[in-house]
């Protein structure tokens, strides 16, 4: 069963970058099938994505944080990375990473979570 | 920008009981791009339903989706101490290409 682990700091200060990394096991990142995504929960907030990136490069942003986010892709590493400038308190949350089929298909697997703190 | 809202946003209910939890769209959705999800605290989202009323793998039948157009509902049938957690739904829009998701209803025990 394919995997997805978030890995990066846990604390950002305000005004700088956000940088997280999404290790993809037991699998594929290269799958012609899927898509990968980004996705993040403010404490005791609901769920918002940010934006799903093809192994080809591809990519599709929210349109509200498009200005800031970059997402890549390294498919000899079998990852794929989340970047988010100009952090302030309101980038506080959970980022989850995810995997969906064709655009428009949901979010079959998820990984568990990492907590990232904006503050100085 | 589709904007989804869900109905209640908390809904108290004892084990046995049914739940029907809605998901109204700001316009039409395709049915093919709405999907439901489980929250417990503390962990990730859980795959429910896709294209509306279609069930995940491993999802169990008590758990179903129906809905068309603006209106969408999860049910689920007899509810067990397992269900009681946050569920969301999700739509994708092609133009521009994104994905938004409702609030949450958070389903607790009466």
């Known amino acids: 069963q394919l995997q997805l682990q978030e890995s990066g700091p846990g604390l950002v200060k305000p005004s700088e970058t956000l940088s997280l990394t999404c290790s993809v096991s037991?699998?594929?990142?290269?799958?012609?099938?899927?898509?990968w995504g980004w996705i993040r929960q403010p404490p005791g907030k609901g769920l918002e994505w940010i934006g799903t990136?093809?192994?080809?490069?591809?990519?599709y942003y929210k349109s509200s944080l498009k200005s800031r986010v970059t997402i890549s892709v390294d498919t000899s590493n079998n990852q794929f990375s989340l970047k988010l400038s100009s952090v302030t308190a309101a980038d506080t949350a959970v980022y989850y990473c995810?995997?969906?089929?064709?655009?428009?298909?949901?979010?079959?697997?998820w990984g568990q979570g990492t907590m990232v703190t904006v503050s100085s | 920008e589709i904007v989804l809202t869900q109905s209640p946003g908390t809904l108290s209910l004892s084990p046995g009981e049914r739940a029907t939890l809605s998901c109204r769209a700001s316009?039409?959705?395709?049915?093919?791009?709405l999907a439901w999800y489980q929250q417990k605290p503390g962990q990730a989202p859980r795959l429910l339903i896709y294209?509306?009323?279609s069930r995940a793998t491993g999802i169990p039948d008590r758990f179903s989706g129906s809905g068309s157009g603006t209106d969408f509902t999860l049910t689920i049938s007899r509810l067990e101490p397992e269900d009681f957690a946050v569920y969301y739904c999700?739509?994708?829009?092609?133009?521009?290409?994104?994905?938004?998701f409702g609030q949450g209803t958070k389903l607790e025990i009466k």
């Open positions: 037991s699998g594929s990142i290269s799958s012609s099938h899927y898509y």
């Open positions: 995810s995997r969906h089929g064709p655009p428009g298909t949901a979010f079959d697997i």
């Open positions: 990136i093809y192994y080809s490069g591809s990519t």
């Open positions: 999700q739509q994708y829009g092609a133009s521009p290409p994104m994905y938004t």
């Open positions: 294209g509306a009323s």
């Open positions: 316009q039409s959705v395709s049915s093919s791009y």
